[in-house]
């Protein structure tokens, strides 16, 4: 016998009594339609990074914001799951996030400069941080305990096939007319996500008491991410000894360490750092924080090299990562399966030498790389990660008692996002720097005694003198074009040296996966 209530009253039990046990799968696709949404946002908009830089007149320093304003925004809201599910209940908060995600996406449209777009990213990425813990918890809910590992597989799987389908879907989308329309894709299916959430997401229990939520700590982790990230993106351009930066990063760090000391003190902590006490946990974090830089830096400036370095269409750009990304979602469930059978700090340290060799050679392409070449490099650096994020985990939770479970669950995933946000920054800065060196090197050898450089001016010299340009602009027209093989060099040579560092990082972190190993033999 069905029963039949109000929207208003139809929690868990009443919604499983209406539609029987097909609600469970009902309410797991509608948790993934939002979540997938979002994600899908999140990876669209890297490819349009070199069109959306030509639309304002900006450079890598303020495009970056788009990515780095969406992940910071991320980590911080994921914190607020909890207390928006006991607050407001799952399909409160589920309404709420999807429908900040509808009105972000809007903005971001009709962004009319960089600073509303990157406005737009931020509330995109408050949304996509907020719904995604309140669709895992209705999720195990619903659920028995013997079918939560194949309910939330399911839901995993769709979450790493967004990222997949966001870089190719943006790069047609581009061709085909205009980055503005990426922020107006998702709507439909953001409007799905709110009928599909106002039929089936429970609402919240009469009897479910609102969780005590610790906002001054959440304001301090907030303006220590605001301050930091800013400071690191503006020091290139401002000066990094200069008052405004100095200060910047002063306020960061005594931020965090303020956020640090009131969540040793608070009752109620929005994060657990006592977890950080266990060593092998440490160590995860460390190897999290390190894949996160490495994921996220990579997903966004591979789209980026091969269309300002190799002069790839867009919808190429998002080819390139979308091989990789199925080899992934393949290889995951092998690389669950090789968990159970070797120590998990082999596995890290297979995963992280993989994805330092893929970022090597990626190293050494160039303009003349070949297509195939590129995926395949991509391909190696993806399936090392695929291996290193579920020995990360279990390396993680195996630490912990089981009382601390779930304080650790969300403070390893807080690390990986916190890790994406600083490696895309950091990147982008580096990268920068590396470019305004190269530059003034080659500048600097271009002298008299230079053979090629003569050698090249004289063979342009004689060509555009062939095409009829008068002998006063065959010189400058000469000047001008070795100007830009010098900046087109220093670029891509900054891209190269770009990636080499993230090879380097990743074989330092070594040292945090051998301690994994050392903490499991004590």
Known sequence: MKVRVGLAAENIEALQARYGPTYRWIVTLTGMTAAMTMILSSTMVNVAVPTIMGTFGVGQSDAQWMSTAFLSAMTASQLLGAWLISMFGPRGGYLGAVALFFFGSLLGAWAPNIDILILARTLQGMAAGAVQPIAMVTIFRVFPTQQRGLALSIYGMGIMLAPIMGPVVGGITIDASSWRYLFFIPLPIAGLAILLGTLFMPARDKDTVGLPFDWIGYGLVVGAIVCTMTAIANGQRDGWGSEKIVLLGSAGLGLSSAFVIS????????????????????????????????????????????????????????????????????????????????????????????????????????????????????????????????AINVSALGALPPDKLNNGSGTINFVRLMGGAFGVNLLVVFIEQRTAFHSTALTATQTPDNAASQELLGHLSDLLAQGGVSEALVQSGSLNFLSRVIEAQANTMGFKDGFMIIAVVFVLALLPALVLGNSRKR
């Open 263 to 390: 969540q040793l003190r608070s009752a109620a902590p929005i994060l657990d750092f006592s977890v950080f006490r266990h060593r092998q946990f440490a160590a995860a974090a460390a190897l999290g924080f390190v894949f996160g830089a490495g994921n996220f830096a990579s997903t966004y400036i591979i789209p980026v090299f091969v269309q300002t370095v190799q002069n790839f269409t867009p919808t190429a750009a998002g080819l390139v990562t979308a091989p990789a990304g199925l080899v992934v979602m393949l290889f995951f469930p092998i690389a669950g399966r090789m968990i159970d059978a070797f120590p998990a700090h082999y596995l890290a340290m297979v995963g992280l030498l993989l994805f330092a060799l893929g970022a090597a050679l990626l190293h050494l392409a160039d303009v003349n790389t070949a297509f195939y070449t590129l995926v395949f490099y991509v391909v190696i650096g993806r399936v090392g990660q695929s291996i290193m994020l579920p």
